[in-house]
């Protein structure tokens, strides 16, 4: 029996759902039973009858799903798939940041541990950071907001609002110049720019859309473009390439790659169905403090708030 066919066979054995995040390597996504960004997918598995999910992305991924079904069994087929970005805080440290601000409210990047978005009163994500900090805070609140420190500067300069912001930010859409925008644009002139807000300032300056993952693949479907410079991880061209038929897509630069997003296999993905290995395991505590700020999200309405659906696989 080849690999595919096992994986099928033991998911519906284990009544398990397959999520893979748009980064992942092509034969995860196609896998899959869904794809799409962390919060849709998450959202999409809690919705679902599956008693097991199986999440193909990075740990904080893995944790958000089971934050949002805690009633379920979630695994990561690769445990030590981190998120550098998201280790960039830790919950001591953004209780210390808290105490200097006791008057601020505080939102987190859902590229963030548990730990740390129990210790917030709202999450957001790359899709909505705008409409969060526009719709959820007076322009006389003192606002946390964590990790990130490129999304949090753009949202703030979209909205005016006053924003504390830490230090992080994700090294691999960092590696992504301006320099690179502007060379794509001379090889490919009519190409539209579409640009991930964890992106540097001077490379959202050129964009001509800031966009989730999933706000790039709903973007380039409806545009009359027919070329996408694409400034974020590059195993995003993937999905562009599959969902978006007949239209080109380039990278703004091969250099980002994220090596967290490429340890999943369809070895390490069978051996986890197999074994039941890699458990995600949080506290009732953890759980109960993090649906909190992710519920205080969507409560803030998910057309409001840009939360984009997952989509569901049909390969
Ligand atoms: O939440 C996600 O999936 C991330 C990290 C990015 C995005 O834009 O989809």
């Avoid at 397959?18 to 092509?26: E, K, R, S």
């Avoid at 550098?84 to 409210?105: C, F, S, V, W, Y």
């Avoid at 978005?117 to 899709?127: G, M, V």
């Avoid at 169905?273 to 998910?302: C, F, P, T, Y």
């Amino acid at each position: 029996m080849d690999i595919v066919t096992k994986i099928k066979e033991l998911k519906k054995e284990r009544n398990a759902i397959i999520l893979a995040h748009n980064y992942q390597p092509p034969e995860l996504q196609d896998i899959a039973d869904f794809t799409g960004d962390s919060l849709g997918l998450s959202i999409q598995a809690s919705e679902s009858p599956a008693d097991v999910i199986v999440f193909c992305g990075v740990y904080f991924m893995a944790e958000t799903a089971k934050i949002l079904s805690p009633n379920k069994r979630v695994f990561i087929p690769e445990k030590t798939a981190g998120c550098p970005l998201a280790d960039m805080i830790t919950a001591g440290q953004l209780r210390e940041l808290k105490k200097q601000h006791p008057n601020a409210k505080t939102i987190c990047y859902v590229n963030t541990t548990a730990e740390v978005k129990a210790e917030c009163d709202f999450c957001c994500t790359s899709a909505n950071a705008e409409t969060m900090l526009k719709e959820c805070f007076s322009d006389e609140d003192e606002i946390i907001f964590v990790p990130d420190k490129y999304l949090a500067l753009y949202a703030a300069g979209k909205t005016g609002r006053n924003v504390i912001i830490w230090n992080g930010y994700c090294s691999i859409h960092a590696k992504i110049l301006a320099e690179h925008i502007i060379e794509q644009k001379q090889l490919h002139p009519s190409a539209e720019v579409l640009v991930h807000p964890e992106c540097r300032q001077e490379v959202i300056a050129l964009a001509d859309a800031v966009l989730s993952t999933s706000g790039m693949l709903r973007y380039a479907k409806e545009s009359s473009s027919q070329e996408f410079i694409i400034a974020t991880e590059v195993g995003m061209i993937y999905p562009l390439q599959k969902e978006v038929a007949g239209k080109k897509f380039y990278p703004a630069t091969e250099l980002a790659v994220c090596r967290n997003m490429k340890k999943g296999s369809l070895d390490k993905l069978l051996l986890c169905l197999e074994e039941m290995a890699g458990e995600v395991i949080l506290s009732d505590e953890i759980i109960k403090g993090a649906q909190k700020s992710i519920n205080n999200m969507i409560k803030a309405g998910r057309q409001n708030a840009g939360l984009q659906p997952a989509h569901t696989n049909t390969s």
